[in-house]
């Protein structure tokens, strides 16, 4: 069984920076992919960044350029930095593992990333 809790969530301007963090519990954070995800009030769950277990990164094109996925194997750790915030960033903001052989997938509880224009 793994848990991911968030953190770093919470209110600030836009043009603004806010950096979360994801820990995971057990043994397979190193041999996984993982990925952060948003939902807006209204809206669809959405892909923001995902990390490969050999560091490649993904992001769309809403946010290339202003979000950073990094992964921390000794901590079981993946962060996302988050740069020159807008509005339409608001959001509760996911965590997400993945393994692929066997398939599974786990998801944390959220963190609420409220921009202010």
């Known amino acids: 069984q793994v848990h991911l809790v968030e953190s770093g969530g919470g209110l600030v301007q836009a043009g603004g920076s806010l950096r979360l963090s994801c820990a995971a519990s057990?043994?397979?954070?190193?041999?996984?992919?993982m990925g952060w995800y948003r939902q807006a009030p209204g809206k669809q769950r959405e892909l923001v960044a995902v990390?490969?277990?050999?560091?490649?990164?993904n992001y769309p094109g809403s946010v290339k350029g202003r979000f950073t996925i990094s992964r921390d194997n000794a901590k079981n750790t993946v962060y996302l930095q988050m740069n020159s915030l807008k509005p339409e960033d608001t959001a509760v903001y996911y965590c997400?593992?993945?393994?692929?052989?066997?398939?599974?997938?786990?998801w944390g509880r959220g963190t609420q990333v409220t921009v202010s224009s």
């Open positions: 997400n593992l993945k393994t692929m052989a066997p398939y599974d997938e786990y």
């Open positions: 990390i490969t277990a050999g560091g490649n990164t």
């Open positions: 057990g043994s397979i954070f190193s041999i996984s992919t």
